[in-house]
């Protein structure tokens, strides 16, 4: 027998349990290992636990929970090689993708993606390091979508999602600051002239993390995660 569709109404509360639960899981407000109570979560969140399982199903898919059977959802764990592993695979996605937005995006869809990173990024003494990382990300995702492919911009998106918390610890490193402004501009450079191969291979050394500043980033989240950010 076929399963009932949901409603409209029961479909819609489970896309907004999903979306505020995954926020929850994005930002490590469950601390890594974490057993995830689903009926103080629903209590939270004034709804049924239905949607809550539905939830944290779909969160499980996408990495963000593992599931353990008869002990229930758990938060997602941090180590060094899963940091390494996830920033490998946003590089691999976007050094093929810098090669399609250079043959596919026009002119205009260039310089508007340009103007992502230079009017959102301002450099200085009180630089807010969250909204820089916002710029950074809207800036890389913008040259995935000029690739006109929709797999990759789908790919990309999950994995950011997974390393949002992270990536913000990363632009604020010793080793990102002002570095990172540096190298986005050859990676624009490239973008201007179209050259796929030299921006591609830029792009994936500007992504990929050491084994040792992967430790460093993971540290710090762990810190931050379980001792609060640093004044």
């Given at each position: 027998?076929?399963?009932p569709?949901?409603?409209?109404?029961?479909?819609?509360?489970?896309?907004?349990?999903?979306?505020?639960?995954?926020?929850?899981?994005?930002?490590?407000?469950?601390?890594?290992?974490?057993?995830?109570?689903?009926?103080?979560?629903?209590?939270r969140?004034?709804?049924?636990?239905?949607?809550?399982?539905?939830?944290?199903?779909?969160?499980?898919?996408d990495?963000?929970?593992?599931f353990?059977?008869?002990?229930?959802?758990?938060?997602?764990?941090?180590?060094?090689?899963?940091?390494?592993?996830?920033?490998?695979?946003r590089?691999?996605?976007e050094?093929?993708a810098?090669?399609?937005?250079?043959?596919?995006?026009?002119?205009?869809?260039?310089?508007e993606?340009?103007?992502i990173?230079?009017?959102?990024?301002?450099?200085?003494?009180?630089?807010?390091?969250?909204?820089?990382a916002?710029?950074?990300?809207?800036?890389?995702?913008?040259?995935?979508?000029?690739s006109?492919?929709?797999?990759?911009?789908s790919a990309?998106?999950?994995?950011?999602?997974?390393?949002?918390?992270?990536?913000?610890?990363?632009?604020?490193?010793?080793?990102?600051?002002?570095?990172?402004?540096?190298?986005?501009?050859?990676?624009?450079?490239?973008?201007?002239?179209?050259?796929?191969?030299?921006g591609?291979?830029?792009?994936?050394?500007?992504?990929?993390?050491?084994?040792?500043?992967?430790?460093?980033?993971?540290?710090e989240?762990l810190?931050?995660?379980f001792?609060?950010?640093?004044?």
């Open positions: 027998m076929a399963k569709k949901k409603t409209g109404r029961a479909a819609d509360s489970v896309e907004k349990v999903y979306e505020a639960v995954k926020e929850l899981a994005v930002e490590y407000r469950f601390k890594p290992g974490e057993r995830v109570n689903e009926v103080e979560l629903a209590t969140l004034g709804v049924s636990r239905t949607p809550v399982r539905e939830a944290l199903n779909r969160l499980a898919r990495g963000f929970m593992t353990v059977p008869n002990r229930g959802f758990h938060a997602r764990d941090i180590t060094p090689e899963g940091v390494q592993e996830l920033y490998e695979l590089a691999a996605i050094r093929a810098f090669r399609l937005a250079c043959e596919r995006g026009t002119d205009a869809e260039i310089a993606t340009i103007a990173w230079q009017n959102n990024s301002n450099l200085g003494p009180t630089t807010d390091w969250a909204k820089v916002e710029a950074d990300e809207a800036f890389h995702i913008a040259i995935v979508t000029l006109k492919n929709r797999r990759m911009l990309l998106e999950a994995v950011n999602s997974l390393i949002r918390f992270f990536r913000r610890i990363d632009l604020e490193s010793n080793r990102r600051r002002g570095g990172t402004y540096d190298e986005h501009a050859a990676i624009i450079e490239c973008l201007r002239r179209r050259d796929g191969d030299a591609g291979e830029l792009i994936e050394r500007h992504i990929t993390l050491s084994s040792a500043h992967a430790v460093e980033v993971t540290k989240g810190a931050r995660i001792f609060g950010r640093p004044d």
